[in-house]
């Protein structure tokens, strides 16, 4: 199946400073990305959709000013936390689609942790 | 909105034995598409089986399968001859067919295969 990573795969940051986190889709093009949060023992939660070349669509309840993403390309979306808070320390998951619903594949997560 | 649920967050099963994992879902939708996904301790997420609404023929993938229920919106997995590489969480997941939809996922059941 298709590659996607994350990097990095872990990150401890200061509260208050920001913290980008990249998704790359490895040997295919991706038109969209998705970008979730899990907490401990808890599902995924998908926090925002990420189309190449437009604005992100972010769910409700999710701060599209903290919570910046930027798809510049068609294998790269990234996701920076800012004025990140000790809240924020999660494990951050990306999937990118290929041309139909069922192709969908996921990176190996990226975990932050706000001190 | 679909939403997903599993109702057992814990399964334990015996080595070589077999085990059902359950999962409903609530969608006003005909046309839509049911995963079973696998989240092993390094947290990368696993496509276990995939299952289109409109087969009437229930997938299976080696020792996954699944009993797909339209009527009683009901999805659940069967691992038969489990194995210790098995134990993990497993997540399963509801996908619309419209283009722009994304998954929805269960809140999980994390299993664990006894020696």
């Known amino acids: 199946g298709a590659v996607v990573s994350q990097h990095p795969s872990r990150v401890i940051c200061k509260s208050g400073t920001s913290v980008k986190i990249e998704c790359r889709s490895l040997d295919f093009q991706a038109t969209t990305m998705f970008w979730y949060r899990q907490f401990p023992k808890q599902s995924l939660m998908l926090m925002a959709t990420s189309n190449e070349g437009s604005k992100a669509t972010y769910e409700q309840g999710v701060e599209k000013d903290k919570f910046l993403i930027n798809h510049a390309s068609l294998t790269l979306s990234t996701l920076t936390v800012t004025s990140a808070h000790p809240e924020d320390s999660s494990f951050y998951i990306c999937s990118a689609r290929l041309l139909t619903p069922l192709e969908q594949y996921f990176g190996p997560g990226t975990r932050l942790t706000v001190t | 909105a679909q939403t997903v649920t599993q109702s057992q967050p814990e399964m334990s099963v015996q080595e070589a034995e077999t085990v059902t994992l359950s999962c409903t879902y609530d969608?006003?939708?005909?046309?839509?598409?049911l995963f079973w996904y696998k989240q092993p301790p390094s947290r990368q997420m696993i496509l276990v089986i995939r299952?289109?609404?409109?087969?009437?023929q229930n997938a299976t993938e080696n020792r996954f399968s699944v009993n797909f229920q339209k009527a009683a919106k009901s999805f659940s997995l069967k691992i038969s001859d489990s194995q210790l590489g098995d134990a993990a969480m497993y997540f399963c997941?509801?996908?619309?067919?419209?283009?722009?939809?994304?998954?929805?996922f269960g809140p999980g059941t994390r299993l664990s295969v006894l020696p």
């Open positions: 997941a509801y996908r619309s067919s419209n283009y722009g939809q994304n998954f929805v």
């Open positions: 299952q289109e609404a409109y087969k009437q």
């Open positions: 969608t006003s939708e005909s046309d839509y598409y």
